[in-house]
């Protein structure tokens, strides 16, 4: 017993990094199932809650490359202890916003906050579990989408009292005791000397790019950007595509939603599955199986059909992530780990942070059937991508191979 006690205590990096993950997704995701009530409360229109949507996505992005830099120079517990008190100060601020900008900016602090978090913590988890690599990824990304499921049933919760606010002040509290626990306790189970990569004087930004010459790794991180968009538009707004679009009562809209993350569960099995069969292959049944959703989404009219959209979409989208993370981790050299994965990030995230305003715009104007169905063609662009790259894959070595 003793032993096996011992045993587990080597995964408290992992579960220590995915609760802080599973709180920044929380955050995040808390904001899609609040847009009915701050439309009310502000008096803003759908374009301004998805381009506040997108603030914080760009801010998530902008911090993608630097994050990861500073972890191959500093070192990644450093990095994500900082990312996390940011966030978690920027939580307590929100409980009660006096008006539609100070949400803003504290939207925008919430994403610059946890904005550091994932790439640093792929390159963190690689490092402590090399050879779980694939099942430490699915863990994170499963706590993390956990986060997510767990927002819009919180927010149902807190509708009357004690009201929304609690939701950030609780978040921010608990943010700011994880990192202290996560700052004591994960360093001891990094190689001595911490995971910091030595400075040989040639970490410039252009050996950072030097791997997107390849075109197959080039073609690999379009098909990432492209779902990226199909994903994190839909997301945004799929509780008011459920209200608006598919008729269904807020209640059972955010039940659905739920489900979307309860989902990703998937994870566990995927990240392993990909370290069995290849991850190329894996990854492209997944696209395929979230472009699938969205269709069902788009041409289902009762709430069965409806929900079967949004497992098939939350399944493919959700199982595809960890997946994703170990392939390019096992491509790009070590010592540029972190700065490669931000670079790759930030491009996929840039799209992310872009789509949720171009679908508000869109849904004001010509309605959510053109703006889903946007999302649907990059959705299906993307899982041509991969497949077309796992098709050639044993003409060269390299990209394709993993």
């Known amino acids: 017993m003793a032993l096996r006690l011992r045993g587990l205590a080597r995964f408290d990096a992992l579960a220590l990094t995915a609760l802080l993950w599973f709180l920044a997704k929380f955050l995040r995701y808390a904001f899609p199932p609040l847009f ?7 008096g803003v229109s759908n374009a301004a809650l998805g381009a506040t949507f997108s603030a914080l996505m760009v801010a998530y992005t902008a911090m993608q490359f630097p994050a990861g830099a500073l972890a191959d120079r500093l070192g990644s517990v450093r990095v994500i202890a ?5 966030a978690s100060a920027a939580a307590i601020a929100l409980v009660a916003p006096p008006s539609f900008l100070v949400l803003v900016g504290g939207a925008v602090l919430v994403g610059l906050g946890t904005g550091v978090h994932k790439t640093v913590a792929v390159r963190l988890l690689s490092t402590i579990y090399p050879e779980r690599t694939g099942r430490a990824l699915g863990a994170l990304d499963t706590v993390g989408a956990f986060g997510g499921a767990a927002a819009p049933a919180a927010v149902v919760a807190v509708a009357g009292a004690p009201g929304w606010g609690a939701l950030f002040l609780a978040s921010g509290v608990a943010g700011a005791c994880l990192t202290v ?20 004087g040639d970490r410039s930004w252009r050996r950072y790019t030097a791997r997107f010459a390849d075109r ?26 459920l209200t608006d679009e598919a008729g269904l009562s807020p209640a059972l809209a955010s039940l659905f939603y739920s489900a ?10 995927t990240g392993e599955l990909s370290d069995r069969v290849g991850r190329l292959s894996v990854i492209a049944a997944l696209l395929a199986v979230a472009a699938a959703g969205l269709a069902v989404l788009l041409v289902g009219s009762t709430p069965l059909a409806l929900a079967a959209g949004v497992l098939l ?16 981790v096992a491509i790009i050299p070590q010592s540029l780990t972190g ?6 990030r930030t491009a996929s995230m840039a799209a992310g942070a872009a789509s949720p305003a171009l679908v508000g715009a869109l849904s004001d104007g010509a309605g959510f059937d053109v703006a889903f169905g946007g999302l649907f ?15 050639t894959r044993d003409r060269r070595s390299g990209v394709g191979t993993a």
Not at 36 to 42: A, S
Not at 339 to 344: E, R, W
């Open 36 to 42: 009915g009530t701050l439309r009310e409360t502000f």
């Open 82 to 86: 900082a990312g996390a008190l940011v």
């Open 181 to 200: 626990l996560f700052a004591r306790r994960v360093p001891r189970r990094l190689p001595s000397g911490g995971d910091a990569s030595p400075d040989d």
């Open 216 to 241: 197959r790794f080039a073609a690999f991180v379009a098909a990432t950007v492209l779902f990226s968009a199909a994903y994190n538009g839909a997301v945004a707004f799929l509780p008011l595509y």
């Open 260 to 269: 979307l993350f309860l989902v990703s569960v998937v994870q566990m099995g």
């Open 313 to 328: 979409f939350g399944v493919g989208g959700h199982g595809y992530r960890p997946v994703r993370g170990a392939y390019l």
């Open 339 to 344: 700065g490669t994965l931000g670079i790759v």
């Open 377 to 391: 063609v990059s959705a299906c662009l993307s899982t041509a991508l991969v497949a077309a790259l796992l098709a």
